[in-house]
């Protein structure tokens, strides 16, 4: 089945600064790859997602980008503020109920 | 997301009881999900349902049962509970959209398991 590992596994920035956080995918069939934000206490929230028809997409200072070649994809946030700190998840699948996710990266956005 | 309820959102156990968690949504979505989180990994799904009838185990769902008893609510049962069923429980909902399906998850149910 479908592999995913996330990178890094903490991140700590200054606010301002740009936070990447990068995920590999095993399985070249894989077409979705949404990007989960999740706040203490509550659920993973969608922030942005991808599919494999398109290699980069934006909504304001959130980016992802795709590489298919290399199977791996990247999380992009600039400008950071002390609200995005939270964890981020990565994930991928070939269909709906085989969703694999990253382990999940801790942002920390330091004021 | 108020669309997806989850309860209880916390429960504490004993090894061996039988316990229930609710999820109910608004979303008017046919198909639901249950997801367990562990510390330092990511979820993974326990089961899913498509429809009212359709009821599908996923990559871990030993240990587990569900019930799907309308369209909006979807049960998960730990029918004797053990303490490394203690976990972070999520409900998820999606409606089928072409290529890749976004999922609407539920504020979680933290279980201990003593």
């Known amino acids: 089945g479908e592999n995913v590992e996330q990178h890094p596994s903490t991140l700590s920035v200054q606010e301002g600064d740009s936070a990447v956080i990068k995920c590999t995918y095993s399985?070249?069939?894989?077409?979705?790859f949404p990007w989960y934000k999740q706040e203490l206490g509550k659920g993973p929230q969608l922030i942005i997602d991808i599919r494999s028809n398109v290699g980069e997409k934006k909504d304001q200072r959130i980016a992802v980008t795709l590489n298919k070649t290399a199977k791996h994809f990247s999380l992009h946030i600039t400008e950071t503020q002390p609200e995005d700190s939270a964890v981020y998840f990565c994930?991928?699948?070939?269909?709906?109920?085989?969703?694999?996710f990253g382990a999940g990266t801790r942002l920390t956005v330091k004021p | 997301d108020a669309d997806v309820t989850q309860t209880p959102r916390n429960r504490i156990t004993k090894t061996g009881k039988r316990i229930m968690l609710e999820c109910s949504q608004t979303k008017g979505h046919d198909r639901m999900y249950w997801y367990r989180q562990d510390p330092g990994l990511g979820l993974r799904l326990i089961y899913y349902?498509?429809?009212?009838?359709?009821?599908n185990k996923g990559e871990i769902s030993d240990g587990y049962s569900v019930s799907r008893q309308a369209q909006a609510k979807f049960s998960l049962s730990l029918e004797s509970a053990i303490p490394n069923q203690t976990a972070l429980y999520f409900c998820a909902t999606s409606v089928p959209t072409g290529l890749g399906e976004t999922q609407y998850f539920g504020p979680g149910t933290r279980l201990l398991v003593l």
């Open positions: 994930a991928a699948s070939i269909v709906p109920h085989d969703m694999r």
């Open positions: 399985d070249s069939a894989s077409n979705y």
């Open positions: 349902s498509f429809d009212v009838k359709d009821i």
